[in-house]
């Protein structure tokens, strides 16, 4: 189907003009736009309502959603809890981004910490891909410590998914590998306030690789998950994020530098 790009943005920006809700949203910046609209399959509708989502989301928790640049969380991105593994998709062409949660220590890092990281690795991708590809999650449970348990609140759980619906992805597939023995702990508080659609998306591998390479060809994967592409040079994929430095904060504080309208 052929699709008018700019005809549905003109749409979506009428659409977010007309609302008083959105008076500070950047309705004018045509590529955080498309960003929805691609994510959406350029369905209008369905893109206004996500962005309505997002934008009170930020209203009403702000803490959740950094603005900072990848130079300045230089510290937290190296320690390897998260890393986006450059050119490389599952097999429907989701790019992948894998969450090492055993590498997240509560002792010396808060959730927010965290959730920054993850926010300057997400805003890479998308000024990297086209949301309308998806997203594919490698949950990497090794290690996992017992006390990451507290960071399992409703309270975080529920603004987690509110955050994760937000994204401008067209959807997502979780694959939980590797083992960890307080998982079954973990998933009695989370899975039941995940909604049906997203249990869905959720593959749990474990230690069995074919069952993952089911997913994601082996040919495309670091040594660590049972692919063949060797070792993963974190070194060589921080230096390609940092020269993005300027371009994610811009979009970042493009996007979150709301102010509240009385």
């Not at 599952?90 to 920054?116: E, F, H, Q, T």
């Not at 692919?227 to 493009?254: H, P, T, V, W």
Request: charged share 30%; hydrophobic share 40%.
């Amino acid at each position: 189907m052929i699709v008018d790009k700019e005809e549905k943005i003109e749409l979506l920006r009428k659409m977010i003009e007309d609302e008083p809700a959105l008076c500070n949203f950047p309705y004018e910046n045509d590529k955080l736009l498309e960003r929805f609209l691609r994510g959406t399959e350029f369905d209008v509708e369905e893109a206004f309502k996500k962005i309505k989502l997002y934008y009170k989301l930020i209203l009403e928790h702000p803490e959740w959603f950094t603005k900072e640049a990848p130079l300045n969380r230089k510290d937290l991105l190296e320690k390897d809890v998260r890393i986006a593994l450059p050119a490389v998709t599952d097999k429907d062409g989701r790019p992948v981004y894998v969450a090492k949660l055993g590498n997240c220590d509560p002792s010396k890092m808060a959730l927010l910490d965290v959730i920054a990281v993850d926010d300057i690795w997400i805003e890479s991708i998308l000024l990297n891909s086209d949301p309308e590809k998806g997203l594919c999650v490698l949950l990497d449970i090794a290690n996992l410590p017992w006390k990451s348990i507290k960071w399992l609140t409703p309270h975080n759980i529920m603004v987690g998914l509110k955050k994760l619906q937000c994204l401008p992805f067209k959807d997502f597939r979780f694959h939980v590998v590797n083992n960890s023995f307080i998982l079954n702990a973990a998933l009695k508080i989370v899975w039941p306030f995940l909604p049906e659609d997203i249990k869905k998306t959720v593959k749990f591998h474990f230690n069995n690789r074919d069952s993952l390479h089911g997913f994601i060809d082996p040919d495309v994967l670091p040594d660590e998950y049972g692919g063949r592409k060797g070792d993963i040079n974190y070194s060589e994929i921080y230096e390609q994020l940092y020269a993005q430095n300027e371009e994610i904060f811009e979009s970042l504080q493009l996007q979150r530098n709301l102010v509240v309208i009385n």
